[in-house]
């Protein structure tokens, strides 16, 4: 069930949270409100942390290929001077950002900002991965979303990585990652279970990117700030 606010009052802000494993639609969710948002003829803001440039330096990309333009910060600071007078504040790939993006997106809200983040709730050993757990506190509205286990094929909760890696913090997709489900998870690492996760042929590729690339152009020209 997703938990979205259908009315935006004047001069009131709120926080919303997408959270949810690796391949459960966050960042396409979030690209979602913020269409709908713009259609809506409100000012939107997307960012996204700066360690994140696995499709596009410049753009949110969930891994379906869906994009919208979007501006970089290293920081959780620097987000409120970036966001100026926008109405709608998206931040995808929480996780990313440290501790302080509880506070920034407090001051967000309290100055009437509606703040969209997106992240994973969980890191790769099953372990609340800040700041999120605090950003759900905080939340007026939450939406967990789930994959599909590549063992079972059941719903998947936890982002099981596949790479003989112990960062916790470690940028990846399909290369790294496939989700499982709570019986199927086995942290740290684990052999791959599933088929890799099958890429857009090159036409259906090509065809995504030319409409991406044109919904960009739009939401540039009509409602979105950088």
């Not at 809506?40 to 919208?68: C, F, M, W």
């Not at 913090?169 to 942290?187: K, M, N, Q, S, W």
Request: aromatic content about 6%.
């Amino acid at each position: 069930m997703l938990h979205e606010p259908t009315v935006l009052p004047q001069n009131v802000g709120w926080i919303e949270v997408i959270c949810g494993g690796m391949f459960s639609g966050k960042t396409e969710e979030l690209i979602r409100r913020a269409r709908r948002a713009q259609i809506a003829g409100q000012s939107v803001v997307i960012v996204k942390p700066k360690i994140d440039n696995r499709y596009s330096e410049d753009q949110v990309v969930s891994h379906n290929s869906t994009a919208l333009p979007s501006i970089v910060a290293e920081t959780a600071d620097q987000i409120v001077l970036m966001t100026g007078n926008a109405r709608v504040v998206c931040i995808d790939e929480a996780q990313f950002f440290d501790n302080r993006l509880v506070d920034v997106a407090n001051t967000l809200a309290n100055g009437g900002k509606r703040v969209i983040l997106a992240g994973l709730d969980m890191d790769y050993i099953g372990k609340p991965f800040e700041p999120m757990p605090h950003l759900l506190a905080i939340a007026e509205y939450v939406t967990k979303l789930h994959a599909i286990c590549s063992e079972s094929g059941m719903i998947a909760n936890f982002s099981q990585r596949v790479v003989a890696d112990e960062s916790r913090i470690l940028v990846g997709e399909t290369d790294a990652y496939e989700p499982r489900a709570r019986h199927c998870f086995r942290p740290p690492t684990d052999i791959r279970k599933g088929k890799p996760i099958p890429r857009l042929n090159a036409d259906a590729r090509a065809q995504e990117a030319k409409q991406s690339a044109k919904r960009s152009q739009e939401f540039d020209d009509d409602g979105f700030e950088t």
